[in-house]
């Protein structure tokens, strides 16, 4: 079974921007992989989505701002995350939606 770690969150400013990586431990070709976040005292929501044919899907607050991307040959997704705000503070999840594993989560915290 595939593992997954994520890395890259922090604090940073609003209007700045951070990049979270998600290395798989296995080849993630051909699965589905998303990003996902919890804030405080909420369920976990979907972020962004991108299929094994690299098709996209956002949600609604972050269209434009974020980007998913994978590079299969180093079996890592990415999701870049630029304008950040304040709502955007959450833990963020990598998921192989393929299998239903989930990484261990990275801290993101965008300040005022």
């Known amino acids: 079974q595939v593992q997954l770690v994520e890395s890259g969150g922090g604090l940073v400013q609003a209007g700045g921007s951070l990049r979270l990586s998600c290395v798989a431990s296995?080849?993630?070709?051909?699965?589905?992989m998303g990003w996902y976040r919890q804030a405080p005292g909420k369920q976990r929501d979907s972020v962004a989505t991108i299929s094994s044919g690299d098709t996209t899907n956002y949600e609604d607050s972050v269209k434009g701002r974020f980007t998913i991307s994978r590079d299969n040959a180093k079996n890592t997704v990415y999701l870049q995350m630029n304008s950040l705000k304040p709502e955007d503070t959450a833990v963020y999840y990598c998921?192989?939606?393929?299998?239903?594993?989930w990484g261990q989560g990275t801290q993101v915290t965008v300040s005022l």
């Open positions: 998921r192989d939606i393929w299998y239903g594993v």
């Open positions: 296995g080849s993630i070709r051909f699965n589905a």
